[in-house]
C-alpha cells in the first residue's frame, strides 16, 4: 500500500501551459504539504494544508494554486508555466503539531518545461 | 530566510568507513531531524529528535540533537553500499507554525 502517492511521475510540456499535479495520502493525516526540489536538490516547502485549510504559502508565485477537496488530498495547479518552473515537486503528509517534522514523502513528479 | 548549514556537501568514503555530518543554524530549533533521499525517490525519515542533548540511535545510525537547540549530527557506523544517497537534515523552530526548514544536504558516495 502507498502511504503518499503522486501523479503523474514525470511531466514535460510546453511554456505557457497550465497543468495539475495530485497527491493523495492513506495515513489518515490531518497536515499535507506540497515542496519544490531545484536542479540542486534543495528542497524548499511551498504550501502546507490542514483539514482543507491553508496554513503555510511561501512566497511562491500565484500561478501556483494549491487546492485540497479534502484532508486526503492536496493538489497542486500551475497556470502558464515558465521554464523556472522546472523541478520536482514532492507532496508530503504528517500528522502535524506537535510532531510535524514526522512527514512522508511521496515519489515526486518531475516537471519539465520546454 | 531561516537556513541550516549543513555539511559536508559531498563525501566519497570506502565501504566499511564510518560517517559524519552535521548541522548548524544561527537560531534554535525545538526539533532536529535526519531525512535520506535514493534516486529518483522522495525523503524517508531516518531520526527524528526532540530534547536538547538526546542521542538516538536507529540501527548503524545515530544521531543528537546539540545542547545549545542550534546544532545536530548524524553518525554512520560501517557503511555498506545501500547508504550512497543525500542525507539532510531538517528542522522546526520554536513557538512556530509547524514549517520545516531543509539543509542543502550530504550527498554520499561510496568507492568500490
Known amino acids: 500500500d502507498t502511504a503518499v502517492s503522486q501523479t503523474p511521475k514525470y511531466l514535460v510540456t510546453q511554456m505557457g501551459n497550465d497543468k495539475s499535479i495530485k497527491c493523495e495520502q492513506n495515513?489518515?493525516?490531518?497536515?499535507m504539504y506540497w515542496y519544490k526540489q531545484d536542479s540542486k536538490k534543495f528542497l524548499k516547502i511551498m504550501f502546507s494544508?490542514?483539514?482543507?485549510?491553508?496554513?503555510i504559502n511561501e512566497t511562491v508565485p500565484n500561478r501556483f494554486s494549491p487546492k485540497s477537496p479534502d484532508k486526503a488530498h492536496l493538489n497542486l495547479h500551475i497556470n502558464s508555466l515558465e521554464l523556472g518552473d522546472s523541478a520536482v515537486y514532492f507532496c508530503?503528509?504528517?500528522?502535524?503539531?506537535?510532531?510535524?517534522?514526522?512527514?512522508?514523502f511521496g515519489p515526486g513528479t518531475r516537471l519539465t518545461v520546454l | 530566510g531561516q537556513q541550516l548549514n549543513q555539511s559536508p556537501q559531498s563525501m566519497f568514503i570506502q565501504e566499511g568507513e564510518d560517517v559524519s555530518m552535521n548541522c548548524t543554524s544561527s537560531?534554535?530549533?525545538?526539533?532536529w531531524l535526519w531525512y535520506k533521499q535514493d534516486p529518483g525517490e522522495g525523503p524517508v525519515l531516518l531520526i527524528a529528535?526532540?530534547?536538547?542533548?538526546e542521542l538516538t540511535s536507529n540501527g548503524r545510525l545515530t544521531a543528537q540533537f546539540g545542547i545549545t537547540r542550534k546544532d545536530s549530527f548524524l553518525n554512520i557506523s560501517a557503511s555498506i553500499p545501500s547508504d550512497v544517497g543525500i542525507y539532510f537534515c531538517?528542522?522546526?523552530?520554536?513557538?512556530?507554525?509547524?514549517?520545516?526548514?531543509f539543509g542543502k544536504g550530504t550527498r554520499l558516495h561510496i568507492l568500490p
Open positions: 529528535l526532540y530534547k536538547a542533548g
Open positions: 508530503a503528509s504528517s500528522q502535524g503539531p506537535p510532531y510535524p517534522g514526522l512527514q512522508y
Open positions: 494544508y490542514n483539514n482543507k485549510e491553508l496554513i
Open positions: 531538517a528542522g522546526q523552530r520554536m513557538n512556530r507554525d509547524d514549517k520545516i526548514i
Open positions: 495515513l489518515g493525516h490531518d497536515t
Open positions: 537560531s534554535i530549533f525545538n526539533t
